[in-house]
């Protein structure tokens, strides 16, 4: 099983829907992060959170909200999506550790929004 | 602010050396770390820099110098299975992880 479980893996909607994208993991980690890819963008940080209680904004936030229900549950709400959030969706979570910036992903979730 | 900046494309052939280079602008800094995306699969952590210096894991190696806001990466007997893109990521003092636009590496027979 996955550690860093992201779902849908693939999701088309129509704009000025609302939708959300759920993360789940097992590895234990505090921290955990939403990022964008879009093409030749890279990967811009949207929302991050270093435990249950704590949301910061990103990058990139506008359009977006977060919710971190627990340790190991970080969602990603568009409440009204637009077609230029139309991207590959990513999850990552890291330890609360100084000198170890590994990040782990989840697999992605594609979404389109027509 | 921060940015980090990182070449778009490199090209290379089979059994040769590729280093990929990144520039960064951070407020604060922990380190300078590498990652490798497949074809849009899920970003792996390939390398981390806290210090100045090289670190070489087999094949790969990463360079720090904290006082150039400089580093790279380097992929010595480059093989087909290469070809992917490599991210730089800086982590501030913050704790955010702020990654490079990446860089798409091709090998070519």
């Known amino acids: 099983d996955a550690d860093v479980t992201q779902t849908p893996r693939n999701r088309i909607t129509k704009t000025g829907k609302r939708i959300m994208l759920e993360c789940s993991q097992t590895?234990?980690?505090?921290?955990m992060y939403w990022y964008r890819q879009d093409p030749g963008l890279g990967l811009r940080l949207i929302y991050y959170?270093?435990?249950?209680?704590?949301?910061n904004k990103g990058e990139i936030s506008d359009g977006y909200s977060v919710s971190r229900q627990a340790q190991a549950k970080f969602s990603l709400s568009l409440e009204s999506a637009i077609p230029n959030q139309t991207a590959l969706y990513f999850c990552?979570?890291?330890?609360?550790?100084?000198?170890?910036?590994?990040?782990?992903f989840g697999q992605g979730t594609r979404l389109t929004v027509v | 602010g921060q940015s980090l900046e990182q070449p778009s494309e490199v090209t290379a052939v089979e059994g040769a050396i590729v280093q990929i280079n990144c520039t960064y602008q951070?407020?604060?800094?922990?380190?300078l770390s590498w990652y490798q995306q497949h074809d849009g699969g899920a970003p792996t952590f390939l390398s981390y820099?806290?210090?100045?210096g090289l670190e070489e894991t087999g094949r790969f190696s990463s360079f720090l110098s904290r006082s150039d806001s400089y580093g790279y990466l380097l992929l010595q007997e480059l093989q087909m299975k290469d070809s992917a893109s490599y991210f730089c990521?800086?982590?501030?003092?913050?704790?955010?992880?702020?990654f490079g636009q990446g860089t798409e590496l091709s090998v070519k027979p």
């Open positions: 990552a979570t890291s330890e609360n550790r100084k000198g170890d910036t590994e990040a782990f």
């Open positions: 590895k234990g980690h505090d921290r």
């Open positions: 959170s270093f435990d249950v209680k704590d949301i």
């Open positions: 951070t407020s604060g800094f922990y380190g």
């Open positions: 820099n806290a210090l100045d």
């Open positions: 990521a800086v982590k501030n003092q913050g704790g955010k992880l702020i």
